[in-house]
Each structure stands twice: as C-alpha cells, then as structure tokens.
C-alpha cells in the first residue's frame, strides 16, 4: 500500500471514529465501541481521535483547564492489555465543583472515583523532568471526584476506545481543603468513598502508581512530548485511589482522603 493511501486510509478511520463519538454525544445515546476502526493496540492513532474531538470543542469556545490520568491501576491497566497509563482533556464546563448538584442529564453511565487532584504553580514543560521537579511545581492538592463516563455502550472498552473518547472523561467536583505538598505525603494517604451513606470503595494513595506524584510526573513528560504541556494554573486529576463506582440520578456521594478532607457531590434527577 502507498503511503498516500495508507494516510487516507488513517484519515478515514479518524474521522470515522470521530463522527461515532460526537453523534453518541448530540444524541445522548452510547455508542459501538471504535476500536473496528482504529484497531486494538494503535493508541497513538486513538490520541489523533482524541485531538480531533479537542479540537472541536475549542473551535466551540471551550477552554482546556488540565488534564486527568486514567489506567493507573495494575489491575486495570492488566485488564485492557497495557502498560502504562493514558490521559484526557479537562474543559472548563466539565468543572461543576460551584454548581448545587452534578448535572445528571450531562451523562450517559457514569461511574465516580475519588482522586488527589493537583493544581500547578508553573509550567511543566522543561526537557528534563523528575518527581523532585513535578514536586516543586505543585501549587497545591485537594481532594477530587471524578466523573467518569464513556460513549461507548455498556462500557466496552479497550484502550483504543477510552483513548479516543477522551480518556471517558465526563466532569469533576474539586473539595476545599487546599493543602501543599509540604503539609502532607500523596503516596501515603488512605481514601473511604461511599454512595447514598454506603461505603463503595477504599484505597490507598501508593494504588495510583506508587505514588500520584508518579503519574503526574508521567502526564508531564507525555504532555510535553505530545507537544502540549502541562501549564500553570492547571488541574490535574492524578488517578483512582479505589474501584470506580456507578452512580444514578438523585445519588448522594461523600469521599475522604486522609488529610485532605472531604468531597460530595448530590447528583440530580434526570429530568433536570
């Protein structure tokens, strides 16, 4: 095959899985998985999909403020058949940390995992980088929940289709106790998350990479090579500390991360 034609071919099979993603979108209805176009294992051409749909929504008028981290877990990564982690775009309306409730309606199936989630002093863009520099870069932690959710129907997922479809960002609630890495260890804290006054997950901080501080180092490196970094001011969701859980419409969430605190959410009712 030509490289013109093996280039076409790639450029259908993005905008192939592109439009797929989008339409479940507009529609408000889960789509097939898009790994029957991009392939089981070609996560770098599932990236291309991913800018593809970043690019449409800041053509939009949203605003990118920072990045979450996804497949920190062993176990997970295992399951999907990888060996390292992968990431999404955080847009602006995906913050809803200052609305009264999560806007259920904005879902498809979500799911919820309680995060350390970093805020950026400065830049993380230098060629050398290490845990001691994305240390020092840290303005300051909170606690997190992130809403997960996916396009694709039932959850089935591979890493092609979580790539794609933004890493299965949806929104995030940011807690209030704002703390410097100075005041306390991420690897070394213990997280209990419960729904509707039942606990549905614990964990540990050295579950997400060893340390989150890990997969912030990871985020900044690949960022930076993908030739986007990690900027100042930024959010950065670091990884699930314990199993995701599902939510529904009118669920009441609270999660405490050992110093840090507390973070909820109330999801509304559908129709709202």
């Not at 592109?18 to 889960?30: H, N």
Request: proline share 5%; aromatic share 4%; with cysteine.
């Amino acid at each position: 095959m030509s490289q013109t034609s093996t280039s076409s071919t790639l450029t259908a099979a993005i905008d192939a899985a592109t439009a797929r993603l989008q339409a479940a979108v507009r529609a408000g209805v889960p789509c097939a998985p898009v790994r029957d176009v991009l392939g089981e294992e070609d996560v770098a051409l599932a990236y291309r999909v991913q800018q593809a749909l970043t690019d449409a929504r800041l053509s939009t008028g949203a605003r990118i403020v920072g990045r979450k981290i996804g497949l920190t877990s062993p176990a997970v990564q295992q399951q999907l058949g990888v060996d390292q982690p992968d990431f999404g775009v955080l847009f602006d309306d995906m913050d809803v940390t200052d609305l009264p409730e999560v806007p259920s309606a904005r879902l498809l199936q979500p799911k919820v995992e309680a995060e350390i989630a970093f805020v950026l002093a400065t830049d993380l863009d230098d060629p050398d980088l290490d845990v001691a520099a994305v240390r020092r870069t840290v303005d300051y932690a909170v606690a997190s929940l992130e809403i997960v959710d996916s396009r694709v129907a039932e959850w089935d997922i591979r890493i092609t289709d979580t790539v794609a479809d933004n890493a299965s960002s949806g929104l995030f609630v940011l807690g209030q106790n704002r703390l410097s890495l100075s005041e306390f260890e991420p690897a070394e804290v213990t997280m209990a998350m419960h729904v509707n006054g039942r606990l549905v997950s614990e964990g540990r901080g050295d579950a997400c990479l060893g340390d989150p501080l890990n997969a912030l180092l990871w985020l900044a490196e690949t960022a930076r090579d993908f030739g986007e970094p990690l900027r100042a001011g930024q959010v950065v969701l670091s990884g699930a500390l314990g199993p995701m859980a599902p939510v529904s419409p009118g669920d009441r969430v609270h999660a405490e991360i050992s110093g840090l605190g507390a973070v909820n959410a109330t999801f509304s009712s559908k129709e709202q």
